[in-house]
């Protein structure tokens, strides 16, 4: 057994007899050190029991247990320190054989029946092993019994913080899995009041119990607004061989769970995120009613408008004027009044946008501003992250994003921006003679696709630099079309000028007229000289060196040599 802190180092209470008046004087944890001072190595004699029976009978009338039990309690109480008390342990401090003990086992069932202790798991040992909960020593300390938790006739959001703290419990202590639970059950059984504890009784029927289980820790994450749960997590509430069945069973869609759409994956950057699950909104609706209406379903995929850096771009005429139109459609005003309308007359409500132009001209940062000025919010997907090494995958994940989205569309107050980001592998010409399993892929990511576009409702922006590969069938989905050149050179002098506000307007004006640049190439020039400032200070000819860097922006052909990059 561990070095004990000892409520007392000497027996000075052996044998002691106290008068009835100083009993009744004493607290409850004077009672427990004068009971444990003489159940020290005391073989749990009966003439031991003897000799503490007017202490025991006194700290059992005050905790509603028998004589017997307080003495038991008392030896756990002096261990409360310790998160397994192993039923050895009790056996060395007392000197008495674990046969013997064993004949104290209802006695030890009844005092976990109260939640005077609990039954936990040992990394240590593979005896029995209890705790002493906190709350029963805090009741202690306040003199006054323990009062296990009222189960019944709960609100709502007591009934959660019930059920929370139960796997509270479980990560902490290490109650048994079988416990956690029966006492989840009790919690909803003792509450059919609520909607809420109906609907878990009900799949207690449809489920087998790691699924229920998994299905109530899920609600009790309502605290993070119907945020997702790592799956990992759940290893800490299953025990290991249930944990191996439930984890394969999910990842190939077996569970009652997913099959009753109870549970789905969570997403993440508009993809599939297997390490993560969580209610499915609908079983969310169902489990929190009207509670629902105050926790927003998240959509944790969602990049916030308001987290979106506030950044002036600079266009060429022709992109400005189709910028601020576009602009000026997506406030709420002009957007809700154009979709009533479109409703209205039985046409199509998705705007479906394309941004096509070299690199570097400020496609995506439009899309940014557009949605900082607007309040909207952004799911951006990645097209070259969603490509699967397993064949079906990606095309799951095509579905995955649409119904993400449409998830958000029902939740967000205003539509969300679906952003397809450099999208030139999906929206490029199909293979009409695919043999390959990858090409029938490609194929089928790109149907899914078109049919999607084709139902769409809400607001899809894509982006490519490659639109002269572009599939026509694509090309017809997308309501507008803005072309991003690279700048003009007026263009590119108040881009130089915005981004390095040091140059002089003579060299700001020397820079556009002397180099073709888009905006990005002029962002890593600017940017390569603000390290220079910092490690060097102020170059003694700003301009001389913004012009050094400019012609290492570019790769020049070698003699003879091949120019690096793609042909154009």
């Known amino acids: 057994m561990k070095t004990r802190q000892r409520m007392s180092q000497t027996n000075d209470f052996e044998n002691v007899k106290f008068t009835p008046s100083q009993i009744k004087k004493m607290s409850l944890l004077k009672l427990i050190e004068c009971i444990v001072e003489q159940a020290d190595h005391s073989g749990l004699s009966d003439e031991f029991f003897d000799s503490v029976d007017p202490l025991a009978k006194a700290l059992g009338k005050r905790l509603d247990i028998t004589p017997r039990q307080a003495v038991l309690y008392s030896v756990f ?20 054989r674990p046969a013997r003990l064993a004949q104290y086992q209802d006695d030890l069932d009844a005092l976990e029946m109260k939640r005077y202790i609990r039954r936990c798991q040992s990394s240590f040992n593979q005896s029995s092993s209890y705790c002493v909960p906190s709350q029963t020593i805090r009741a202690l300390n306040a003199d006054h019994p323990y009062a296990p938790v009222v189960q019944s006739n709960l609100t709502f959001v007591e009934m959660v913080n019930r059920l929370d703290s139960i796997f509270e419990e479980r990560y902490d ?17 003792s509450n059919q009041h609520l909607k809420c504890a109906q609907i878990l009784d009900q799949y207690y029927n449809q489920l087998n119990h790691d699924e229920w289980v998994v299905m109530t820790l899920l609600l009790c994450t309502h605290k993070k607004h119907g945020s997702s749960f790592e799956i990992a997590k759940i290893k800490r509430i299953l025990d290991d061989v249930s944990f191996d069945i439930f984890y394969e069973e999910f990842d190939n869609g077996e569970t009652n769970l997913q099959q009753q759409n109870v549970v789905e994956y969570a997403m993440a950057n508009g993809m599939v995120d297997k390490e993560r699950i969580r209610l499915s909104q609908e079983m969310y609706k169902q489990l929190f009613g009207e509670q629902a209406k105050n926790i927003e379903y998240s959509t944790s995929s969602l990049l916030p408008y308001e987290g979106i850096k506030e950044r002036k771009l600079f266009y060429n005429d022709t992109e400005k004027a189709q910028i601020a139109d576009l602009s000026s459609l997506l406030t709420q005003k002009n957007f809700s009044q154009i979709t009533s309308r479109m409703k209205a007359k039985g046409l199509k409500r998705g705007f479906i946008c394309l941004f096509y132009g070299a690199a570097g001209t400020g496609k995506t940062e439009t899309v940014l501003q557009l949605a900082k000025a607007t309040k909207r919010n952004i799911l951006q997907v990645d097209f070259s992250s969603i490509k699967d090494k397993f064949v079906g995958e990606s095309e799951k994940n ?7 989205y449409r998830m958000a569309l029902r939740n967000e107050k205003r539509s969300p921006i679906l952003l397809f980001n450099e999208a030139d592998a999906l929206i490029c010409k199909r293979n009409e003679n695919a043999t390959h399993s990858v090409d029938n892929m490609y194929n089928t990511m790109q149907n899914i696709l078109l049919q999607e576009m084709e139902n769409f409702e809400g607001i899809l922006i894509a982006t490519t630099n490659l639109e002269g590969n572009m599939d026509s069938a694509f090309e017809r989905r997308f309501l507008y079309k803005v072309r991003f050149e690279n700048p003009e050179a007026p263009v590119r002098q108040q881009i130089w000028q915005s981004m390095v506000p040091e140059l002089s307007e003579k060299e700001a004006y020397s820079l556009a007229h002397s180099h073709s640049f888009s905006g990005g190439q002029i962002a890593n020039i600017s940017r390569k000289l603000m390290v220079d400032n910092i490690l060097y200070g102020d170059a003694p000819d700003l301009g001389a060196k913004a012009e050094e860097y400019c012609k290492h922006e570019l790769l020049q052909k070698s003699q003879g040599g091949q120019r690096i990059g793609f042909a154009r």
């Open 398 to 404: 095509v579905k995955a994003i649409f119904q993400e």
């Open 77 to 96: 109480v002096d261990n409360y320190h310790e998160h397994n008390i192993s039923i050895n342990d009790v056996c060395r401090q007392t000197n008495v």
């Open 173 to 189: 202590l290490g109650t048994p899995y079988d416990l956690v639970g029966e006492d989840l059950l009790a919690v909803v059984k």
